[in-house]
């Protein structure tokens, strides 16, 4: 049991070398120190009536177990045009996924299959985007291309996006700086994924197809706290034109991290803006561990020289009666041993709060060889119990060293080469640091593996679209009807003496125009208003949500009439 306890210590001694400052400690020169860089890809749907490019109403959804039909697809990957296959692709073909799209014809034609070339581009989403763009200082383009955007994962039945740049070049003020705009792009919605199980995964159809844009900005951020700042002033530029929708899944950020001497990893469609900056902080000490093993690594073997060694597990030799054993004999399932050289101390390396090195392997394990969580054990989790009752028989299989780690995975016949592929790989993979890829977010602020960071080999002409012109009288014709400038509307509500903490929840709500109303045909003073709505309202929205939604919608209507 002792063995036990010093594992334990060993998990948390790591944390202290890996140097990691707890996120409520952390300040500015700690991310300094370590190199942090951010940036953002903001996803709004626009608000129109018609899909991007069909004539399917948008905005329309359906519940999970609502459908008329059902198509069943198999993703394969596509060359591009310089003859190479995106790494995603091929990642996503690896897991041999059965692709489910649930149809209602309400929300969904025949387009969406890909089985109707693509009618011509919603007008009222490209104005919309003209529009936005405009507000964001870009320079918009005299004509738009459509490309086609692979995606391997199921997300959309064509297994492409297409999308196209509106603007580029722009930039948004924070408090204490100004962040640039790379671009601002129009693309169609994905499909909502229900479930992702083994190699079965179900989407439902309604979002498909929606008006979508996407503003990136430059890795300019030095802090998850501006990393938050930015995304959150484009929130409010986005809902001042009152063209986009608004509430759960209709806006979605994608943050890019990186620290000296890692690379860009993509934290994948946070859904809230207050997780952005516990989320990026985690994963750039995330990065900073996988450096630090990698430092470990290259200091004991080469990475020419590292080769691991498989084995199957004979049941009949095995005294645990653990349960994952039990289960995987009932199922069938073989027991595959996994010997990792010079690995001794780094499946146990800490990596972000919770987690250790692995959880990345075991990650990867359940994307790529789809093997549902709990996949594997290995010989330096908390409590090995199985280790410490069949360790020598499973050493001597594996002719382990001392310094080696071993990790047990359960599967069968159909996945056990993928799985043992993507072991390899993964721990290759250490040798060389942060490896590029995709990660999901979770509540608590910790990242799981998602899939291999795309690269531009996905993105190749849409032979379907001609290019479309933008006339000069649209741009001029919209930027006359702009909206107050977000950073002008700030001043004001400093100039109405109203307490910044008020600020987000007016803005969000794009209240500015309803307050000067109130004001106009009241003479309550700006103050007193700004203060009911961001004090009263929104506690009585907390309490009666669609209640307040619904009576302020109504005086909405009624005040711009």
């Known amino acids: 049991m002792s063995e036990t306890f010093d594992t334990v210590a060993n998990f948390h001694a790591t944390k202290k070398e890996v140097e990691y400052v707890d996120f409520e400690t952390a300040k500015e020169a700690d ?10 890809e903001v996803h709004q749907q626009l608000r129109t009536e018609k899909k991007l490019f069909c004539r399917c109403p948008a905005s329309t959804y359906q519940k999970i177990d609502e459908y008329d039909a059902e198509v069943v697809r198999h993703m394969r990957p596509t060359l591009s045009e310089l003859g190479e296959y995106d790494g995603t692709a091929l990642m996503e073909f690896r897991t ?14 025949t387009y969406e299959i890909d089985d109707t070339p693509p009618f ?18 870009q320079s918009v383009v005299g004509e738009l291309h459509i490309i086609r955007k692979q995606y391997l994962d199921g997300s959309i039945p064509a297994g492409f996006q297409r999308t196209g740049i509106i603007g580029i070049e722009g930039e948004i003020p924070l408090k204490n700086k100004t962040i640039r705009l790379i671009q601002l792009s129009i693309e169609e919605d994905s499909a909502r994924e229900i479930s992702d199980i083994g190699h079965e995964r ?47 899944g209709a806006a979605r950020q994608d943050v890019n991290v990186s620290v000296t001497g890692g690379t860009r990893v993509e934290i994948k469609g946070v859904a809230h803006i207050k997780w952005i900056p516990l989320l990026t902080h985690n994963e750039a000490y995330r990065q900073v561990a996988l450096l630090k093993i990698k430092e470990k690594l290259n200091a004991s073997i080469k990475p020419d020289d590292w080769k691991m060694n498989v084995v199957e597990l004979d049941y009949s030799k095995l005294t645990s009666s ?20 010079n690995f001794k ?16 392997i075991a990650d990867r394990l359940k994307v790529i060889g789809c093997l549902e969580h709990p996949n594997m054990l290995s010989s330096e989790m908390p409590r090995p119990e199985f280790f410490f009752a069949d360790g020598d028989y499973i050493r001597k299989a594996l002719n382990a060293g001392e310094n080696d780690a071993q990790i047990i995975f359960w599967t069968d016949e159909y996945d056990r080469q993928i799985a043992t592929e993507t072991i390899e790989e993964r721990c290759l993979m250490a040798f060389d640091g942060v490896p590029n890829e995709t990660r999901k977010g979770l509540p608590d602020g910790t ?13 190749y002409p849409d032979t379907d679209s001609a290019p479309i012109r933008i006339p000069e009288e649209w741009i001029e014709e919209i930027r006359q009807t702009l909206p107050h400038d977000v950073s002008d509307e700030m001043k004001t509500l400093t100039e109405w003496q109203v307490p910044e903490c008020a600020w987000t929840y007016i803005l969000r709500n794009n ?28 506690h009585l929205e907390v309490k009666f949500h669609h209640l307040v939604i619904l009576l302020s919608q109504k005086y909405w209507v009624c005040s711009a009439s």
Do not use: W
């Not at 653990?322 to 050289?341: G, R, Y």
């Not at 101390?345 to 990345?360: A, D, H, K, R, V």
């Open 31 to 40: 991310y300094n120190k370590i190199g942090f860089k951010c940036g953002l």
């Open 96 to 109: 041999r996924k059965n692709i489910t799209y649930r149809l209602k014809n309400e929300t969904t034609c």
């Open 120 to 137: 011509k581009i919603n007008t009222e989403a490209l104005k919309i985007a003209i529009q936005i763009s405009l507000l964001a200082k």
């Open 202 to 248: 179900v989407y439902r159809t309604d979002r498909l197809g929606m008006p979508l844009i996407e503003t990136v900005t430059y890795p300019e951020m030095l802090t998850p706290q501006e990393a938050a700042e930015a995304c959150q002033y484009l929130r409010f530029l986005v809902r001042s034109t009152g063209n986009v929708y608004t509430g759960i």
């Open 322 to 341: 653990t349960h994952f054993v039990i289960k995987a004999k009932d199922e069938n399932k073989k027991l595959i041993a996994v010997n990792l050289p």
């Open 345 to 360: 101390g780094i499946l146990s390396y800490f990596t972000q709060p919770g987690q250790m090195f692995s959880n990345e």
């Open 447 to 459: 990242t799981i593996f998602e899939r291999v960071l795309p690269g531009a080999d996905r993105m």
């Open 511 to 538: 209240l500015m125009m309803m307050i000067r109303r109130i004001n106009y045909e009241t003479d309550v003073p700006f103050n007193f208003i700004a203060k009911l709505f961001s004090y009263d309202l929104n």
